[in-house]
């Protein structure tokens, strides 16, 4: 053998070694259950609708891309406006709901204040638009010989909006785009914390009893929140504006890190024996203290890695990257490009899966690719064909089998070797949440649902 082939055979060995360690550790259950989407010892359904394979289901309060948490006989969804339920994982029974409105986390004098800036805001939006009107009739009559108004109604209309942006410091949870609970609930088995759109965190008992509730900060996109929470060491890990760490029993904050916010959700792993944050703006960051060890090692914006052992995976808008991590986390961390990949580059919502030395993944419009996970190499690419709809829901892998959902509520079910040979397509209600298998049951939450779903019978 080759000298470059030993030394490819090395990396398959160690990539294959690699596959079988969580990407989070520990026993922490949220976003696609342990943030890889891979369920190895899951037997799931492969053939499912609105009323096939339907072991219950169960109508939500309101949508909410988020996706179900399974943990101890229990399902944790959120849903809008501001909820977080946990149902019984044999029969979808809703064992308890709690909310997450001001008036939960404030005194009744700041809901009343806040209430009161709602009510100034829209006032000021009227009366921007009023400006914005005059500002459009002025252009088009004569620009020239109204230029002197229509930059004094610009002025106008930016000190509106500045003003009306700070008496909404506490925004109303919104209703468009990701609406106000897109971000996954994690659990450890003992608590279970959920994270809204307006920046409220809260924890509580798997029993329901409520630990603490806080306002983190105001999210700054406009498209609204969806990076999950992480549970790492006795540590909440959210990232809605800086990075920040709360003590998971108390809420009290432990650490604030400056660091760009973006829609996919931080990966936990570990550097040798430290704690690690990788987030998708590619900065890595220690989990005790909040240090930023590596910066800019990609730059994601709305989907997250993947970490196999020591490696990591990274779909940007610029292709793939696979880097390796050190055995010991130094400051800085330096760590070894392997390889830099083509593929199709357009946006991508859904996060990849690893499955078999494999990366399967998909753009919004619908391109699935298959990428050898050692070399980056393109094995596979072709369109889904979906009737209309976009893909936001990660690809999920169990059972020898790939899963890619689209809003529209089609599932295509696919081999995941050999020439990837569709073998079910499913439709059901729309959904952007990740499917989540446990067993031979598979947990998909749609935009007025949560379906349990097993095609072994109940």
């Known amino acids: 053998m080759s000298h470059t082939g030993q030394v490819?055979?090395?990396?398959?060995?160690?990539?294959?070694?690699?596959?079988?360690?969580?990407?989070?550790?520990?026993?922490?259950?949220?976003?696609?259950?342990?943030?890889?989407?891979?369920?190895?010892?899951?037997?799931?359904?492969?053939?499912?609708?609105?009323?096939?394979?339907?072991?219950?289901?169960?109508?939500?309060?309101?949508?909410?891309?988020?996706?179900?948490?399974?943990?101890?006989?229990?399902?944790?969804?959120?849903?809008?406006?501001?909820?977080?339920?946990?149902?019984?994982?044999?029969?979808?029974?809703?064992?308890?709901?709690?909310?997450?409105?001001?008036s939960d986390v404030f005194p009744p004098e700041k809901v009343a204040e806040i209430e009161a800036s709602y009510v100034q805001a829209k006032v000021l939006e009227e009366q921007r638009k009023q400006l914005h009107r005059e500002f459009g009739e002025l252009r088009k009559a004569d620009p020239e010989g109204n230029k002197a108004r229509i930059e004094e109604l610009k002025e106008q209309a930016v000190s509106l909006e500045s003003r009306r942006k700070e008496l909404l410091r506490y925004p109303p949870p919104r209703?468009?785009?990701?609406?106000?609970?897109?971000?996954?609930?994690?659990?450890?088995?003992?608590?279970?914390?959920?994270?809204?759109?307006?920046?409220?965190?809260?924890?509580?008992?798997?029993?329901?009893?409520?630990?603490?509730?806080?306002?983190?900060?105001?999210?700054?996109?406009?498209f609204g929140?969806?990076?999950s929470p992480v549970l790492v060491d006795g540590l909440v890990i959210v990232h809605i504006h800086d990075m920040v760490a709360l003590d998971a029993k108390t809420g009290e904050e432990v650490w604030r890190t400056k660091l760009p916010a973006r829609w996919g959700t931080p990966v936990a792993t570990t550097i040798g024996d430290t704690r690690v944050i990788v987030s998708p703006g590619g900065s890595i960051i220690r989990a005790n203290d909040g240090v930023e060890l590596a910066s800019k090692l990609f730059r994601l914006g709305n989907n997250s890695p993947i970490v196999a052992g020591n490696i990591v995976y990274a779909m940007d808008p610029d292709g793939f990257r696979a880097f390796r991590l050190p055995d010991e986390a130094a400051e800085p961390?330096?760590?070894?490009?392997?390889?830099?990949?083509?593929?199709?580059?357009?946006?991508?919502?859904?996060?990849?899966v690893l499955h078999d030395g494999q990366i399967f993944s998909v753009t919004e419009s619908g391109i699935f690719e298959v990428t050898d996970a050692a070399t980056g190499k393109l094995i596979e690419r072709r369109r889904m064909e979906f009737k209309k709809g976009r893909v936001y829901a990660s690809v999920t892998a169990a059972g020898g089998l790939v899963f890619v959902g689209c809003d529209n509520g089609e599932t295509s079910v696919m081999k995941a070797d050999g020439d990837f040979e569709e073998v079910a397509r499913n439709r059901c209600e729309g959904y952007s949440s990740c499917p989540v298998f446990a067993g031979k049951r598979a947990f998909l939450r749609t935009r007025s649902h949560l379906y349990c779903i097993s095609d072994d019978g109940p």
């Open 333 to 352: 961390v330096e760590v070894e490009v392997l390889w830099e990949g083509g593929g199709t580059r357009q946006r991508s919502f859904a996060s990849p």
């Open 175 to 222: 209703r468009g785009a990701s609406g106000n609970s897109a971000a996954t609930p994690v659990t450890d088995g003992h608590i279970v914390v959920a994270l809204f759109g307006t920046g409220v965190l809260a924890a509580h008992t798997v029993e329901g009893e409520r630990l603490w509730m806080t306002h983190i900060e105001v999210p700054q996109s406009g």
């Open 8 to 102: 490819g055979a090395a990396f398959q060995l160690v990539l294959l070694i690699s596959l079988s360690v969580p990407a989070c550790g520990g026993d922490a259950s949220g976003w696609r259950t342990d943030g890889t989407g891979y369920y190895a010892d899951a037997d799931p359904p492969k053939t499912w609708s609105d009323q096939e394979n339907v072991v219950w289901k169960t109508e939500l309060p309101g949508r909410s891309h988020s996706s179900p948490v399974v943990s101890a006989g229990r399902v944790f969804v959120c849903s809008d406006p501001a909820e977080l339920l946990c149902l019984n994982v044999s029969d979808g029974e809703i064992l308890w709901q709690k909310s997450h409105q001001w």
């Open 225 to 227: 929140h969806s990076a």
